[in-house]
T-cell receptor, first 114, second 108 residues
């Protein structure tokens, strides 16, 4: 298996623009997680899905952030409109059995909002 | 507030020495995990220890868990240059929470 795939790897955009990050989990994994990593706040769980259904979105910072999982092999994280404070590395991860067991992380998307 | 807190924040040791990192947490857990992150990469799972376990080994890794003190330690024996990375503990209270990590640098 190719592992968790994320695209793009790098994104530079101007404040106010819409940003869409994409993730393909490992086939057969029922759980998908979106994280944000910054120097100040570390790695934060934003939202996670089980069988394509959002289970906990309490980590989504505000209404500008939204995530979808239309099918078992694809998820998106959208920021609209983007702000400079959204600059971070966004990781997608998947797992077989939930958040408290081994998660497989993608390579991340480095987002810079100017 | 942060569930897992690693200590120290940074650690530099000579190749061949042992490296010990600690993690403290605040609430009850089911499992505690350790992950490694190389610069510019995603996290890689190293080891999971359940709340009813006290010690676990995997290759050169040794993890201990003390639920009474709400703390865990990760020991890497006979360190190698390739062990240079950041190490994070993750705890699964209400939701999974990662600490801010220990940056380990192995000196040649």
């Amino acid at each position: 298996d190719a592992g968790v795939i994320q695209s793009p790897r790098h994104e530079v955009t101007e404040m106010g623009q819409e940003v869409t990050l994409r993730c393909k989990p490992i086939s057969g994994h029922d759980y998908l997680f979106w994280y944000r990593q910054t120097m100040m706040r570390g790695l934060e769980l934003l939202i996670y899905f089980n069988n394509n259904v959002p289970i906990d979105d309490s980590g989504m910072p505000e209404d500008r952030f939204s995530a979808k999982m239309p099918n078992a092999s694809f998820s998106t994280l959208k920021i609209q409109p983007s702000e400079p404070r959204d600059s971070a590395v966004y990781f997608c991860a998947s797992s077989l059995f939930g958040q408290g067991v081994e998660q497989y992380f993608g390579p991340g998307t480095r987002l810079t909002v100017t | 507030s942060q569930q897992g807190e690693e200590d120290p924040q940074a650690l530099s040791i000579q190749e061949g020495e042992n490296a010990t990192m600690n993690c403290s947490y605040k609430t009850s857990i089911n499992n505690l995990q350790w992950y490694r992150q190389n610069s510019g990469r995603g996290l890689v799972h190293l080891i999971l220890i359940r709340s009813n376990e006290r010690e676990k080994h995997s290759g050169r890794l040794r993890v201990t868990l003390d639920t009474s003190k709400k703390s865990s330690s990760l020991l890497i024996t006979a360190s190698r240059a390739a062990d240079t990375a950041s190490y994070f503990c993750a705890t699964d209270g209400d939701k999974i929470i990662f600490g801010k990590g220990t940056r380990l640098h192995i000196l040649p």
